[in-house]
């Protein structure tokens, strides 16, 4: 049997449609089920230093919480519990006893923490120093090894198709080249996902650097077969060959480097290639906002619940996972320990060659799916 009573649900990291939804379900298959209290942590980890910032959560406070997108609770990417240092990540051992002395204060026997990456990683060291800990995997990019799907990712992968959709019209009638730059930090799941969905011409991403040789040749492919206007979809974390990320903000010591810029690099440089008039849409923070779609709200609602039952089972350090449509869980030392990246030969990435879509790689020529003219 647990000795859980309290638990404390922290969301961390940027925020993703669904949190609301796994706050919910947590919430309620807490109190529902297993009659325990259930303490917000308010702002991410940063909640559990200074006077600490918590509220005790009821079935009341999370009615109408599921189409709701962003997070109660609050969040933060950037805090003292880790430090960037050009040595590597610090973890400072002050922050982590602080915020210990406090949960024993309120009582909260064990965490919930819904989170990428970088949250993941600091509940985990949460849980070895005592504190019982489950994670749920939360993040647009959908880069968390160990899980089929992280919530978010669908709502982000219909918002990145919409704006291709739309972008499709305005660079029709114009003749022009659309760049599409989107999120998924180092790696290519949402680029490569909406630009089959949106009927992209070329998609960038980081696993295959690109030249601007190849890029311009389907291009002028295109124009050969009377196709005046391409649609390009790049990940912010794109690169060329031989070349490096661009980086927006470099970061310092409380938050993480921050991507973005290569969209307009590649317009810019399509455009005094070619002729053609190019410009870049960066579909930036509308990727994490607003109502998450359906599937997003049973992936959360799933997580959530599940969540807690394992942490009643006596789990710890674990983390939920989508795997063949059923709720595991992982440990989230294994699901931190690299990042999931699109292998080069995956049926998708064959798929959308099969279709023609070029990835602006040197040997794009080896492979099937020319332009149909």
Known sequence: MS?????????????APGLNAVIRAVVKTAIGVYNLRVVGVEDGFEGLLGETK??????????????????????????????????????????????????????????IVLGGEGSLGIALEFDARGVPVVG???????????TELTFGFMTA?????????????????????????VMGRHTGWIAL????????????????????????????????????????????????????????????????????????????????????????????HLQRGGTPN????????????CAVHALMRGERGRMVALRAADIITVPISKACASIKTVNHDSQLIRTARDVGISFGAPDEAQHHGKEVC
């Open 157 to 181: 992968l219909d918002i990145a198709t919409e704006a291709l959709d739309r972008l499709h019209t305005t660079a029709a009638s114009h003749d022009r080249v659309m760049v599409l730059e």
């Open 3 to 15: 000795t859980i009573k309290t638990i404390g649900l922290i969301t961390g990291g940027g925020d």
């Open 54 to 111: 918590t509220h005790e959560l009821t079935a009341d406070d999370v009615r109408g919480l599921l189409p709701r997108g962003g997070t109660i609770l609050g969040t933060r990417n950037r805090g003292r519990f880790v430090l960037h240092d050009a040595g590597g990540d610090v973890k400072p051992e002050e922050s982590f006893r602080v915020a210990l002395d406090n949960l024993k204060r309120l009582e909260i026997d064990g965490l």
């Open 294 to 305: 359906a599937f997003d709200r049973m992936l959360a609602t799933s997580y959530g619940s």
């Open 193 to 284: 996902h909406s630009g089959i969905a949106g009927g992209a011409d070329v998609i960038l991403i980081p696993e295959i650097p690109f030249t601007y040789e190849t890029v311009v040749e389907k291009i002028q492919e295109r124009e050969r077969c009377h196709r005046e206007f391409s649609i390009m979809v790049v990940a912010e974390g794109a690169k060329p060959v031989g070349g490096q990320e661009i980086y927006q903000d470099p970061g310092d010591r409380e938050h993480a480097p921050r991507l973005g810029g290569i969209g307009e690099m590649v317009a810019r440089e399509i455009e005094a290639r070619t002729g053609k008039e190019s410009r870049c849409v960066v579909l930036g």
């Open 136 to 146: 749920v995997p939360k993040t647009i990019d959908n880069d968390l090894a160990c």
